[in-house]
């Protein structure tokens, strides 16, 4: 049993671009990338919590300082493989400045739901003050499902499934995310042949 998620490009930019917006308004400044890329596990994994699903659909991966969206972390260093996907990226977020990300062109929010965006706003204004380095720590505490890559390795995967036992959820629970998941995926791919 394995359940996977797909990226939503559009969805994770909206998602970002709420995170820098936030940051923008409150502290008037770009954000460190290491802050964005912990509130961005924390949504996530929130929303998994919640509702079942994730909001950006990423892979989840332990790094040293903490929990990791992958691709969102490969799209934040312009190093995404899907070209159109990093082009999307790229037109509403910026490269890394000294370690710091703003937003260029807002993407609007048509992909979040009013949950999501609510969820968006918690995460901030809880980590708001956070020193990016305490922000990583925490998770460290807070997500047992983080374990430290042994020396050498960048990151090691984090199961679906693993987050979803420490979230509480039962075996019986699992199988049926996982098989709406399927499900959505399918119907996903049905809908593209279908244009």
């Not at 965006?117 to 925490?138: G, N, S, V």
Request: proline letters at 5%; a negative charge.
């Amino acid at each position: 049993m394995s359940i996977k998620f797909q990226l939503r490009p559009q969805k994770s930019v909206q998602v970002a671009a709420m995170f820098l917006k936030l940051e923008q308004l409150y502290k008037k400044q770009p954000m460190h990338h290491l802050k964005l890329m912990k509130m961005l596990y924390m949504a996530d994994r929130r929303s998994l919590e919640q509702i079942e699903t994730t909001m950006t659909g990423d892979r989840y991966v332990s790094m040293e300082f903490g929990p990791v969206l992958s691709n969102v972390y490969n799209l934040i260093k312009g190093e995404y493989s899907d070209a159109n996907d990093q082009a999307l990226w790229s037109t509403h977020i910026s490269p890394r400045c000294i370690h710091r990300i703003t937003l260029l062109k807002d993407p609007g929010n048509s992909k979040l739901c009013e949950f999501e965006e609510d969820l968006i706003r918690d995460i901030y204004e809880e980590y708001k003050d956070w020193d990016r380095f305490d922000l990583a720590e925490e998770t460290h505490k807070l997500f047992p499902e983080w374990e430290k890559p042994p020396e050498g390795i960048g990151s090691i995967p984090i199961k679906i499934e693993t987050t979803l036992r420490y979230i509480g959820k039962t075996a019986e629970d699992i199988q049926e995310i996982e098989e709406t998941v399927k499900y959505y995926i399918h119907q996903d791919r049905v809908l593209v042949h279908a244009h």
